[in-house]
């Protein structure tokens, strides 16, 4: 199924490198609100607050699609392999050229070390 120029889909870039549309932008951003509502954060102890970092999830669909990205289950259930860390950003627009596959093809490059 294609999303490409469908009504309110997006398409955003999750790095570690994974492509993802974004059917209902509302829908995401929903369940990135829901899960910073439920997290037990001391909001004492952070720079903003709740409302301002709901806000912020709404407004900002790359960060409300980092916010849920869990790298941790990329893994799960593969013998042998074990998560030990990562890091994962999301940015609006094509892929990086860096990142980018040629001819259409996946690359098989191991991924950026810095």
Known sequence: ????????????????????????????????????RAADIDWAQEE????????ELRGDLTLALASVADLSRVVDGVPGVEFRGGVCWAETGPP???????GGQPSTAPGPTG
């Open 1 to 36: 199924m294609t999303t490409e120029g469908a009504p309110g889909s997006r398409r955003l870039q999750l790095y570690c490198r994974i492509d993802i549309a974004v059917t209902d932008p509302a829908a995401l951003t929903g369940h990135a609100v829901a899960e910073l």
């Open 96 to 102: 990086r050229a860096s990142f980018a596959p040629t």
């Open 48 to 55: 903003d607050d709740l409302p301002s970092a709901d806000a």
